[in-house]
């Protein structure tokens, strides 16, 4: 299985992944998406609509080079065309196993600011001094 996969494979066994159109669309309305990935096969509508969802938001679309079928194998389904990631740092793992950093090079930096950014965020802040 191609590394890109696995880490497809990785977002849903962690449940940071969406898989299928409905649960798609609502991980982007919300604002839970970063990363939409759509399958190389997926149909022109299926595109559009990735595309439309992604627009004047903070979330990134990437056409993976992978079939329908390639994709649902990946996450034990029989077909998968459309797929949210939530979480940025395996978004921007799966983006750079692709190894298309002239086409990806804008996504991949878009998704590791957004990972370091949530990693901040979860860091605890160093606890304060004590004055006597």
Do not use: C
């Not at 992604?54 to 649902?72: H, I, S």
């Not at 957004?114 to 004055?131: F, L, T």
């Amino acid at each position: 299985m191609d590394k890109s996969l696995r880490y497809l494979s990785l977002a849903r066994k962690a449940g940071l992944a969406e898989l299928g159109e409905e649960p798609t669309v609502t991980a982007s309305q919300s604002g839970k998406a970063k990363l939409i990935v759509v399958a190389s096969d997926a149909s022109d509508h299926t595109w559009r609509k990735a595309k439309s969802l992604v627009a004047g938001r903070n979330q990134q679309l990437v056409r993976l080079p992978f079939t329908k079928d390639e994709m649902g194998l990946a996450i034990g389904r029989t077909s998968l065309a459309i797929a949210a990631i939530t979480d940025s740092g395996i978004g921007a793992s799966l983006v750079e196993a692709l190894g298309r950093p002239e086409e990806l090079g804008d996504t991949l930096l878009v998704l590791k600011a957004d990972a370091a950014r949530e990693k901040q965020r979860s860091r605890p802040g160093k606890p304060k001094k004590k004055e006597h």
